[in-house]
Every structure is written in C-alpha cells, then in structure tokens.
C-alpha cells in the first residue's frame, strides 16, 4: 500500500472561484513577508505567476484580498485585507471539517494506489 500523503481540499464553486492550498499559501506568503515578489522568492515561483494569482484571486471576491501598493522611492508592497485574512481561517476550517469527515474513505482509497516511490 501506498504511504498516505496529507490530501489537499480545492474549493471549486461554479465558476465563481476557485481556492486551493497554492492560493493559500500565496495569500500567507505575502502577509508575512508584505510583498507579492518576497512572496514569490519564498515559494519558488516567478513574480508574473504569483502576480497573476494575486489577480485571479482578487477578482473572485466582492472586495480586495490583497491590497498592493506601486513601487517608487519608498518601494511598493501588498497587505492582507481583513477579508482575506478570514478567507485564510475559513478555508482552513473547511480543510480540517472535509478531511475528518472523509478521513476512513481516504484510508481505504490508498489501498487502490500505485506506490511510484521504487520507480
């Protein structure tokens, strides 16, 4: 049997939005480190990806998650809203409610699985 791996909750609604664990950890990197490119230098990802994210995400809500500010003499920035700092614990409420619940089905599910670690 394969050795189970914390599985991931992607929240698809409609076509409304979408929000998943690379969103949220995007929306976190960028409140501790308060820029879209510091967020991006610590995931390992280009600036152009986590900028369009950023941008993605803020035209899935009613109101600004990340608030960024230009560059200049003082340099730019981005903050958290308070909206998307609720989104952060909403989603990962809803996280630990679906994998608890799913938790026996996911213990079975792994028994179907390949096992590619000795490949």
């Keep these: 049997m394969i050795k189970p791996q914390k599985p991931m909750v992607r929240l698809l609604l409609g076509n409304v939005a ?3 664990p690379g969103k949220i950890e995007l929306i976190n990197a960028i409140r501790e480190t ?3 490119s ?3 230098k610590v995931m390992g990802m280009s600036y152009r990806r986590a900028w369009n994210l ?3 995400i803020n035209h899935d809500f009613s109101t600004e998650i990340i608030i960024t500010s230009s560059g200049g003499r003082g340099g730019g920035g981005a903050v958290v809203s308070e909206v998307g700092l609720d ?3 909403r989603y990962q ?3 630990v409610k679906a994998l608890k619940s799913v938790s ?3 213990d079975e ?3 179907y699985l390949i096992d590619k670690s000795n490949n």
Excluded: P, R, T
Aim: proline share 0%; aromatic share 8%.
């Design 104 to 106: 026996a089905d996911l």
């Design 54 to 56: 950023v941008d993605s």
């Design 38 to 40: 510091g967020a991006a």
């Design 87 to 89: 989104i952060i614990k």
């Design 34 to 36: 308060g820029s879209i």
């Design 18 to 20: 979408a929000l998943g």
């Design 109 to 111: 599910f792994y028994h």
């Design 93 to 95: 409420n809803i996280e």
